[in-house]
């Protein structure tokens, strides 16, 4: 059969002169030349906590509800912010960095880590490498950030930012998270949101943010017109049914954008205040952040924290970077929230806190949220910056097992059980709205590097593995 072609230059065409515009399609190609269109601007955000999912000796389950859909359940304390964005986000469970002394491994696993947990885990969750004990704390090979911002960051006016809440290092425990080879970090970590705000905003000019005026009279009578879709209909329903299924697929989408934007248009045009709040853009400049309080127990992290989120999350809407890091609270994050007796850190060894434990892992998770509801509430294309993003918040460590532990197997030194949430479909390519415990693969669970190399692959970064670690995880590939 003659294979249907259209030249490039082809119009619908509608009654009474109406034209429309088609969008690339393969029958407009030369029948092997692959159909070459601009990729959808990718984006990937890794946060990370310094914390473990549950407390010494505590069975309580704070995070992981049944398997399957998140709608329709009831969230467990730590996720219970989250409840009004369930379709947004996925909990994968059941993930383990291997530790030497358990499960017969006498030395350091690959992709794993010694007896501690401090510091020691944060090279294998996010390098894929096993963390040495030689004392160095760093990763041991290039993390995720870092390898995915070599494959987007070009771009962009900054390949990718790193910034911390936490503001301190204590007892030396590490403030970077962000490695381009072995504990080699690729900058320096801001814990000041005025810093990061002169680095991003101070000379930075936004696009125009105020439509141009619309004559009332124009705007009325382009009301009260038909619509250009709806006199080309005919012929576009003519014209699909001779093209293939991925053009017909392409042709619905195009359509359906063209109605998006003629419904957008006839909102602008019906606005009293043109120039007013209606912006034709989402990027603009925020306001320089003030000042921070300090103290030996709290630098105001709470307040730190959600002015960061707010400049990362306009800096990826502003197309400043499309890489970005936050270390919510480092290993040992021995600082104290307002109102909490002892720190962050005491609170998973202490018998007397699953109230404060609770509220520190939900202002952990909060920040995540805000994130989420951030990028979720900028809207791009069709959809939203969240819809191109891969959003990944990761813990320290689980609960269960520890080598260096006696006695309970319910340790909050252990990397057993661990949890990520992904939030962000990076354009449909994550499975959103999960509690996704993936199978084990000879008997061994799926380590947390799994996950990271899933979203890599969703933003565009090829590849099977990230430093030790091998493979996917498909319960997670949408």
Known sequence: MKRFALSRRALLRGAGGAVLGLPLLEA?????EALAQAGQV??????????ATGRDGASDNYFTPNVGALAGQTM?????????????FTLVSGLQIPSQGLDGH???????????????????????????????YGAAGPTSDYLVAQGIGSATTFRQINYRVQQDEINGHYAEISYSAANRPVNNSVADPAVAWATLFESFVPPSSSPAPVDPTIARASLRRRSVLDAVLQSSASLSSRLGLADRSRLSDHLDQVRDLERRVAQLAARTDPGGS???????????????ATGTQYNDEIKRGDVLVDLIAMALACDLTRVATLLISFSMPMFRLPGHDIDVHEESHQSNTHADFVASQQWHVGLFGRMLRALK?????????????????????GHGRDAAATGTALNA????NMIMLVAGSAGGRLKMGQH????????????????LITAMNAVGVGGTTLGDVSGAIPELQA
């Open 106 to 136: 006498s030395g350091i696993p690959a992709g794993g880590k010694p007896r501690a947990t401090h510091d020691k885990t944060l090279s294998p969750l996010l390098s894929g490498k096993a963390q040495p004990t030689d004392g160095a």
């Open 413 to 416: 030194h252990s990397t057993d």
């Open 28 to 32: 407009m190609l030369p029948s092997r």
């Open 42 to 51: 990718k984006r990937y955000l890794l946060m990370t906590s310094g914390q």
């Open 76 to 88: 467990r304390p730590a996720l219970a912010g989250l409840s009004d964005v369930l379709g947004d």
């Open 377 to 397: 509430a900028t809207p791009e294309g069709n959809g939203s910056v969240l819809d191109s993003t891969a959003l990944i918040f990761a813990l320290e460590a």
């Open 436 to 451: 996704i415990r993936p199978a084990a693969v000879g008997g061994v669970p799926r380590h947390p590097a799994s996950v």
């Open 278 to 292: 209606g912006a034709l853009t989402t990027c603009v400049k925020p306001t320089k952040p003030g000042t921070f």
